[in-house]
């Protein structure tokens, strides 16, 4: 949907986000890290489907050296030139408006919801603004199919998710596992409960906390954790 709202705009811009403002959370940090190609394939894609006259990467600071490396090695052979912009360490940073704010030569702050980014974001333009794991998606998405892709996670909520794991688990870090796998699961794979354990926080700060071990079985998902009244949101745990 918005890929389409973007597309019947002129002029469009993208964005590839990663500012990763949230504080429990290290996923996009991990993906640029290790993956930079594939976050970039993706944002080239989309600057195709939607005819986007600018593409832009949010990332964090740390991260525009490695970035921008990446793209050179990419010369050549990208339809579009990729702009890379240093993200502000702040937790609001990455909200998809505080992202076109900054775009737009302005400071990293949500502003109002009456006109959304779609239709007029960056400079007024229509703009789509993409979490680098998302990107990521449509780049295997568009290599291997839909149908491969529907291979991982729930007939609902297909695919999979990468998590950040930490607090009193044996092997803190950043995981990728399917839509479905039961939370006890996903604790396991990250070595375990390193403690006994009274609760769980699932989605971060806009998440929830769930009883343990009584919420073990339950599916992360959004469809599985809504009874328990949580999210996977960012993917925190």
């Given at each position: 949907r918005k890929l389409a709202a973007v597309a019947a705009g002129k002029?469009?811009?993208?964005?590839?986000?990663?500012?990763?403002?949230?504080?429990?959370s290290s996923k996009d940090r991990w993906l640029l890290s290790r993956a930079p190609h594939l976050v970039l394939d993706g944002l080239q894609l989309v600057a195709e489907?939607?005819?986007?006259?600018?593409?832009?990467?949010?990332?964090?600071?740390d991260l525009c050296a490695p970035i921008t490396s990446a793209l050179v090695e990419r010369h050549g052979l990208a339809r579009i030139r990729v702009t890379v912009v240093a993200a502000p360490d702040a937790f609001i940073s990455g909200e998809e408006s505080a992202a076109v704010a900054r775009l737009s030569g302005g400071p990293a702050v949500p502003r109002d919801k009456a006109r959304m980014v779609v239709t007029a974001g960056v400079r007024g333009r229509p703009t789509l603004v993409h979490n680098v794991e998302t990107l990521a998606h449509l780049a295997l998405v568009a290599r291997r199919g839909p149908q491969w892709f529907r291979e991982a996670g729930t007939p609902d909520e297909p695919g999979t998710f990468l998590s950040t794991i930490s607090g009193g688990v044996?092997?803190?870090?950043?995981?990728?596992?399917?839509?479905?796998?039961?939370?006890?699961?996903?604790?396991?794979?990250?070595?375990?409960p390193a403690a006994r354990l009274q609760a769980v926080l699932v989605g971060g700060y806009h998440g929830a906390w769930v009883k343990w071990p009584s919420a073990s079985g339950a599916p992360v998902s959004r469809a599985g954790l809504r009874p328990l009244g949580a999210s996977p949101g960012a993917g925190i745990i």
């Open positions: 002029r469009a811009v993208v964005v590839a986000n990663g500012a990763e403002g949230e504080p429990l489907a939607t005819s986007a006259a600018e593409a832009y990467a949010y990332v964090p600071d044996v092997n803190p870090g950043v995981y990728e596992f399917e839509y479905g796998i039961a939370l006890g699961d996903v604790l396991a794979a990250a070595g375990g």
